[in-house]
């Protein structure tokens, strides 16, 4: 090895022991200056007396780059600009730090002096060394011995200032010289590298760090007076390139990963989940604000309104007539619909719902349930943009009293087209609709309880509404048939009294006809039918019934007034139609006929009929009774002879119920818009109530009231059991009125779906008032049932066979039949007078009690049914109990296990059902869930159904509720 080697070998080894004593220096320093006032420092001086000594330049460079801490101190005390004598004299620079080593080498400089060592007596005792002097010191021992390779050292160490290490000695030891080195050694340098690590972690620029790092707590520092240190030079102390261990460096990098790992997913949740925010803050809005556009629309044209800025009222239907309000309301839609266009745009296109129905599948009902909410605010936005259009172009025909009889039509056949164009593009899309509501749940949207409801609501009304519109679309073809467009109309109007019932629901007893030319209604007028028929010279003078019903119609001079005799009203408006053309020789082109509960129901709306003359104010309430008063009442009668100078009591008896029609026509003719439409609602449920009964001479028209169940016919259907009690008063007289009619039906169902049937019909007949005529109550029973179905017995109709009473003596006061089935008051059982009849043997005479027996009449009228029937003869404030047994064997659409039982209702009638279905086997009615047992007053016809699969066999039968007589 080389002398240059070795030196520079030596020269290493002792840079451990210089980094210690420049530790402790550094630190002695720093406790000085921490107990010392701050003062001014003394400008540093080039040391005296040594050759080598470095430029005054370089020393000061040398001094600038002194440790951070003496820097911060000295920088305050300059700050404060207090000066005192320096207490610790400057340590000269060392002048190998001075010296490049290029002159050393070269010869031109002398070597560096060998460092003053301080006495280890004289060396206080250690008590901690600091982290950077102890990977110091762990560099030095780890260096190569001799003949290993030489650690790289920093190539500008010259730049570096000269390390410090502090001297316990007070006197300055004298200097030791190193022999001038020659000129064939040369100096290692190393490149310095531009940053280290200290040890808290913290990179620095390798500029601005000194050679060794010194500064360490202060609390770890030992105790040392100033006057007892000094700082000396020593050797340069080499530069390591300090290396973080491979365990370290991984454990860092580990970490940094762990750190990467938990920050990523999180930033991204973060970020997803603001996305999503603002994803449902944007459906939200675009929803909220469609349906606000709609509801803005609602009150445009149907809801409520403010006159006078503070009360509000409830808008007519007829401000969707106005043109201002109906373009409003489309803005309205035309928003709407571009806020569900927008939803659903976001719903089908947002990356964000599609990964929630991707990856979070318990939220799939929410996302189907708000883009099927959305279609259907789009189709409803389109019905709405549909329906305005053709509003706004309708809209001036429908302005002032629709129906006066004025020039101008109110329909003609373009507006005709125009409706049926809208209803033909308005249907598909609420069949969109309804598609769309099957997929929506309304519990998976964002709703409170009352939009919920509301919404509920909406949905149960779209099957009645798609039927509506349907009856609308399938009348557009009828439609201007019925209006009169090309055509004007003349339909038959009849009116109907209850008091004597017939078939229909009502004695005809007056009659008028409804023209209509292009949707205007002529002024319209009642007659009395019997100016016409007891007229001399009459054309029904001694004129049979038709022969279907010959056998058991008992007056002659059969004409319009008793035309109604069947309870299939197709079928009675054909035979009135023939009559009106035989009696009348005029042509019609259909019938309507209504009860008194019409009247009564368009009264509630209307409002109440003045007929000034009278001073008679005609309301829903008296309405029966201010009729009867003036048509029957003989005090009635003399007042309107008296006001009108009529002399003929007929002709005088319906003076007022004319007056009370003219009235009801004229102000229906000048109805608003609003009552218009309320009045055609509620026309639509007479229709199935039959209070108001429609037959027209076109078939496609009549084809549609027939489909939709408004033309009152007799159910012919083969897939299911019925049955139809028909009741016709012929007592000549308003008693039927003051009769109730109760029916309990007990039906025994064998084990092939055959029903057995037992009726019982009881008649409770209680005068309570004037009857207008006789008082026995003569009513023929007319009970239709399937073709197939078999008679078993009956009992309780008349035989023609008399019994006691008239001319045979008085009947028992107690009773006349064995089976009680008529039940009188003690000593009433007479049957007294009768009006005049087809070969009746007791003319002008007091009629006797018949005996009783089954019906004797099985010949139908009706094709497609059977039929049993009879008289039931019934005197003033009697009960009379007839029955009727039956077998229907199993129909051949019935379904297997499931019976069915359509029980149809008269009009004019409100008959008492009690109805019992029981297995065979069971011996008493085995009670379904619903439908088995019923008992209440009939208001239209009623279908029981009876699932067999319902069933739970009875341990007892349950008891029945008495009938009230």
Known sequence: MSKKRKKRNKRHSDSSQYARKQMRGSEVQREQKSRTPCVQRPEEAQPEGTEEAVSEGKARAAVKERPAVLMDRDTQCEKEQVEVPPSIPEAPFSTEEATPSSQVENGEAEPLPEPLHVSEEEQPKEEAIPYEATQLLKEAEEQPKEGEAIPEVMEQAE???????????????????????????????????????????????????????????????????????????????????RKLPLSRRLSIGVRLALVFCLLAPLCAGVIYGVNAWVTYTSLRTHAENGVQHLLNMKTLLAGSGSTDGQSMIRKSPSSMLDASTLKDAKEEVLAAKAEFEALKGLLNDSAVIHHISQWLPQFEPQITSAKAASQIGIELTDIAQIALDAG???????????????????????????????????????????????????????????????????????????????????????????L???????????????????????????????????????????????????????????????????????????????????????????????????????????????????????????????????????????????????????????????????????????????????????????????????????????????????????????????????????????????????????????????????????????????????????????????????????????????????????????????????????????????????ICPTDQYEAGASAPMIGDPYYRQWHPLNKIGPPNNFKSDIAGRAMFGGYLVVPKNCTMLATIAWYVPPQKGQQAGVYDLLVQRQAGTFPELDLTLQKAESGCATMPRDGLYYNGVMTQDMLFKLDEGQHENAASCPEKPAVAV
């Open 159 to 241: 730049e570096q200032p000269e390390p410090l290490y502090v001297s316990e000695e007070k006197e300055e030891q004298p200097k030791e010289e190193e022999p001038e080195s020659s000129g064939e050694e040369e100096k290692k340098e190393v490149a310095l590298p531009e940053t280290v690590q200290t040890r808290e972690g913290k990179v620095q620029d390798a500029a601005a760090v000194p050679a060794v790092a010194v500064v360490d707590e202060q609390a770890e520092m030992p105790e040392t007076k100033p006057e007892e240190a000094e700082l000396v030079p020593g050797p340069k102390a080499p530069i390591v390139q």
């Open 392 to 482: 706004i172009q309708l809209a001036p025909r429908f302005r002032g009293p629709l129906l006066a009889n004025e020039q101008k039509p109110l329909v003609t056949s373009t507006d005709l087209q125009l409706l049926q164009q809208t209803l033909q593009q308005v249907m598909p899309r609420l069949d969109k609709i309804e598609q769309q509501a099957r997929l929506l749940s309304l519990d998976a949207l964002p709703l409170d309880t009352a939009q919920r409801n509301q919404l509920q609501q909406y949905v149960l009304l779209l099957p009645q509404v798609r039927e509506t519109l349907g009856l609308l679309e399938n009348m557009m073809g009828v439609a201007g048939w019925l």
């Open 484 to 822: 009169g467009v090309d055509t004007p109309r003349t339909f038959l109007v009849q009116t109907m009294d209850r008091g004597e019932l017939r078939a229909t629901g009502g004695f005809t007893g007056q009659f008028g006809e409804l023209k209509i030319n292009g949707g205007r209604v002529a002024p319209f007028s009642l007659t009395n039918v019997a100016l016409i028929e007891y007229a001399p010279g009459s054309p029904n003078s001694e004129q049979d019934a038709p022969k279907e019903y010959r056998s058991w119609w008992p007056f002659a001079n059969w004409g319009l007034r008793d035309a109604n005799l069947s309870a299939d009203f197709p079928a009675s408006a054909k035979i009135i139609m023939q009559a009106y053309k035989d009696e009348l020789k005029k042509n019609v082109d259909g019938v309507i006929m209504f009860t008194p509960f019409l009247i009564e129901h368009m009264l509630q709306v209307i409002g109440p009929l003045s007929i000034p003359k009278y001073n008679e104010t005609v309301t829903a309430e008296n309405l029966e009774d201010r009729l009867h008063y003036y048509q029957l009442d003989n005090a009635g009668i003399l007042k309107i002879k008296t006001i009108e100078h009529i002399e003929n009591n007929e002709e005088a008896r319906k003076v007022f119920t004319s007056l009370v029609a003219q009235a009801l026509m004229a102000r229906i003719r000048n109805a608003s818009f609003d009552e218009l439409l309320v009045l055609g609602v509620m026309g639509l449920q007479n229709l199935k109530t039959k209070d108001l009964q429609i037959y027209f001479a076109n078939e496609q028209a009549q084809q549609l009231l027939s489909r939709y169940g408004y033309a009152a016919e007799i159910d012919r259907s083969t897939d299911h059991d019925a049955f139809y009690l028909v009741q016709t008063n012929v007592s000549a007289s308003k008693a039927s009125q003051y009769v109730r009619t109760l029916m309990k039906d007990t039906v025994t169902l064998d084990a092939q779906g055959g029903a057995t049937h037992m009726l019982q019909i009881r008649l409770a007949y209680n005068q309570l008032g004037s009857v207008y005529g006789l008082d026995t109550y003569r009513d023929y029973i007319r009970l239709y049932v399937p073709p197939d179905a078999k008679f078993l017995w009956g009992n309780g109709f008349d035989t023609g066979e008399p019994l006691c009473g008239g001319t045979l003596g008085h009947c028992p006061a107690q009773g006349i039949y064995p089976g009680q089935e008529l």
